[in-house]
């Protein structure tokens, strides 16, 4: 793929329309939508009975806890990376209860029905925070004929398998950018201090992330691509469960209830299976459909096709005000060249088509006031307007859209209820990191007609800190041969050798 940034979201879209495939669903159910497009950007568009969105691990991790002890007889987990030792319920003070491991052998030996299935990134090994010595040697709580604990090898060279699924009896899936393992849990506050956010000993960086839960028809189609991973790493085929149970969690209150909502996946083309480029394709839809209106929190921000369309929207009259919160401080080599200065120069691009001061690009801090109080942002979140709403696994770069495993869900406003739990879990967000209560941002919004100067009226004590390529003078074009280390699609030597004569 040319690495010029004009024409690079067209050519990409083109990709996208020539190959991208999407997987058989075997649901009839499709509400009229103006985003959500099954067979394009999802695999299908059903009326969920019950969604939420759970904000950081503080909420996540205990309703999982409490969904796991409902299973029946079937527990899937799908992960980057997976550690039994995390606990899942903590105290301020820092105890933990609840490891997930044995929690797991527990529930296997209470009930006999029970299958517990956990499907890991073999390159976590080497790549991952995560417990390698129990990956590879096997832990006491896996020492159970219903607990298979298999590393996916079935993946190109340098992808990753990303997705971060749970799904519980085809009936209960859980489904975002929160992996069951070490640094993973924080509360909504992200104190620098959290004596409950250690790791080995050691007190870990502020991390903010979400996992949606969904029953019903969503529920299952995530079952699917749990399934489906699975056999293709295993190579054993598993059938659907025909029943399915309630296993809401008692104290979440939905969100969104029989709102259309669509399940989008990145798989590679590779080893005879056929891309999916749902999530390339939602991502461009969503974000082209905006009007008034676009909120983004990701860790990476560096893919040419979110720019151009982000650039083409800034440009026009009436295009929507948009406000992104990302993260600024990347480890490793790699991540700092592909991730952190194309993140920067695509900064740069937006800022320069800006032409009627409708950006904002942050990273937030948990004290406005301490450089070192940096919070990781790794939520993978698309909010267009009051009327859309993605949560996933992937992020804002190329190889969530075309070479790593990914797996998003996206909600689609069908009311007035749904409309305003849209607007009041994005104010929830805004709030969160502003370290101020969600009304008085839906107050300023009111107030200033705007949400970008909404968040400048808010941001006081400079808790959200404009990154310096919003106004320094450095270059805004992808660096050369980047795309080498975010790539788009699975490496082909004889196709690169091809286009090279």
């Not at 096997?138 to 398998?161: F, K, M």
């Not at 805004?430 to 941001?459: C, K």
Request: aromatic residues 6%.
């Amino acid at each position: 793929m040319s690495e010029a940034d004009n024409g690079t979201a067209q050519e990409f879209m083109q990709y996208l329309d020539d190959t991208g495939q999407s997987i058989a669903s075997g649901q009839t159910s499709k509400p009229v939508t103006r985003i959500l497009k099954a067979a394009r950007n999802c695999r299908d568009v059903t009326l969920t009975r019950r969604a939420a969105l759970l904000v950081d691990g503080s909420e996540y991790f205990p309703r999982l806890a409490e969904c796991l002890r409902l299973a029946r007889r079937s527990i899937f987990i799908v992960g980057w990376d997976f550690d039994g030792h995390i606990h899942l319920r903590r105290e301020e003070n820092g105890n933990g209860h609840d490891a997930l491991g044995p929690l797991l052998r527990e529930l296997v030996e209470a009930n006999p029905e029970l299958e517990v299935r956990i499907l890991v990134w073999s390159v976590a090994l080497a790549h991952a925070p995560g417990s390698s010595k129990d990956l590879i040697f096997g832990a006491e709580w896996q020492n159970h004929p219903r607990i298979s604990v298999r590393l996916d090898t079935d993946h190109p060279l340098y992808a990753a398998h990303h997705q971060k699924i749970v799904s519980i009896d085809d009936s209960l899936a859980f489904a975002g950018g929160i992996d069951l393992t070490v640094e993973r849990w924080d509360s909504p506050g992200h104190s620098p201090d959290d004596p409950a956010r250690r790791a080995n000993g050691e007190t870990y960086r502020p991390v903010h992330d979400m996992q949606m839960v969904v029953d019903s028809d969503a529920a299952a189609q995530v079952a699917d691509i749990a399934r489906l991973r699975w056999s293709r790493a295993t190579k054993e085929g598993l059938a659907p469960l025909s029943d399915r149970v309630d296993l809401w969690p008692k104290d979440v209150v939905p969100d969104f209830e029989n709102v259309p909502l669509g399940v989008a996946c990145t798989l590679p083309g590779w080893n005879g299976h056929s891309p999916v480029h749902e999530v390339a394709a939602l991502i461009a839809d969503a974000l082209s459909a905006a009007r008034h209106t676009i909120y983004i929190e990701t860790q990476y921000l560096a893919a040419p096709m979110v720019a151009g369309i982000l650039a083409k929207a800034l440009a026009r009259a009436d295009g929507p005000e948009i406000v992104i919160v990302t993260t600024q401080t990347l480890n490793g080599f790699i991540e700092q060249i592909a991730m952190g200065l194309n993140r920067d120069r695509l900064i740069r691009r937006l800022r320069k088509a800006d032409r009627f001061k409708r950006l904002r690009v942050f990273y937030p801090l948990s004290d406005g006031s301490r450089d070192d109080a940096e919070i990781l942002i790794h939520a993978k979140l698309i909010v267009v307007d009051d009327s859309f709403l993605r949560v996933g696994s992937s992020n804002l770069n190329n190889r969530s859209l075309g070479l790593d495993t990914e797996c998003d869900i996206g909600v689609e406003a069908n009311d007035t209820p749904s409309r305003q739990a849209i607007e009041r879990l994005r104010n929830q967000l805004v709030g969160e990191h502003l370290a101020v209560d969600p009304s008085r941002v839906a107050e300023a919004i009111a107030a200033e007609g705007s949400l970008v100067r909404a968040i400048d009226r808010l941001n006081d004590a400079g808790r959200l800190r404009p990154f310096a390529a919003m106004s320094d003078r450095g270059p805004s074009r992808r660096i050369p041969f980047t795309s080498l280390l975010d790539p788009t699609r699975p490496f082909n030597l004889s196709s690169w050798l091809s286009r090279k004569r």
